[in-house]
């Protein structure tokens, strides 16, 4: 008989009553949401989680896809095991395309989404290009072991106006090593199945009175603002604050600036 795999890795900070799962970005670990943790830590307990693929649970045996309902699974165990009922959940890149499921499948028990140059909200085509067809997944694995030949395409995209140049200059920065790469390619594809309804989220949030937070970078590269604009025209409510960052330093502008006013 298979063992389900939960999360086994996870960095706590603080003791206080306001619970918050984290999640941190593609390429990193539970340790990235550190300065909210330490920001928080009189006044919330802060879980930052190893994403799948991820952190000291790199190793674990995790399915190939990440389902929703293995997701579901893996936080309701969670939560038990630790004891929680109510709780916020906080997402940053990657990490936010798992704070948008979270919320989904939770949404009874949330107090507040907090979302930092989310991934998940719209579709990115490259993503959608390299991974939800097995012809796109064979040219992920092709690029990836063969790194001259994708960087000399990137490049070529950056020159016609197809790919910016900060989001080139990200994606060399996560895929330097082989163990990256590796990483990259799992994840991307292990995570497909993770798409969220905005609109029928927007519902669900709205009706369980989810304060709902979106932070982005005036200079990120990464996440361009039109990508978000799905869900503040679904949740219009949404707190919407964009901080003068980039991608990578957000989760750090977020900390330092908290606690923000809803105004």
């Not at 009553?17 to 550190?34: E, R, S, T, Y």
């Not at 994606?171 to 163990?179: K, N």
């Not at 709902?212 to 869900?231: C, I, M, S």
Request: net charge positive.
């Amino acid at each position: 008989m298979s063992t389900v795999q939960y999360p086994t890795s996870f960095v706590k900070y603080g003791s206080g009553p306001v619970i918050w799962l984290a999640f941190h970005g593609i390429g990193q670990d539970a340790a990235a949401m550190a300065p909210l943790g330490e920001r928080l830590s009189k006044t919330h307990t802060v879980y930052s989680i190893d994403l799948p693929y991820h952190g000291q649970d790199n190793q674990t045996n995790w399915p190939a896809n990440i389902t929703k309902t293995y997701w579901q699974s893996l936080v309701a165990h969670f939560l038990t095991k630790h004891g929680i009922d109510r709780f916020s959940v906080v997402g940053f890149s990657m990490g936010g395309r798992f704070a948008l499921i979270t919320a989904s499948l939770f949404a009874p028990q949330l107090d507040e989404l907090i979302l930092i140059a989310p991934d998940g909200i719209t579709e990115d085509p490259w993503f959608r290009l390299a991974t939800n067809t097995a012809p796109g997944r064979w040219l992920l694995r092709f690029f990836l072991n063969n790194t001259r030949l994708f960087t000399r395409l990137g490049h070529g995209l950056v020159r016609l106006g197809l790919l910016s140049a900060g989001l080139m200059r990200f994606v060399e920065a996560t895929m330097q090593t082989p163990e990256q790469r590796a990483q990259i390619g799992q994840a991307w594809v292990g995570f497909r199945h993770l798409t969220t309804d905005i609109p029928a989220l927007a519902k669900q949030l709205r009706a369980n009175k989810v304060h709902v937070w979106l932070f982005l970078g005036q200079f990120d590269a990464v996440l361009p603002l039109g990508h978000t604009r799905p869900l503040l025209r679904a949740l219009p409510e949404t707190t919407e604050i964009i901080l003068p960052s980039g991608h990578t330093s957000l989760v750090r502008r977020v900390a330092a600036g908290w606690p923000f006013s809803c105004a």
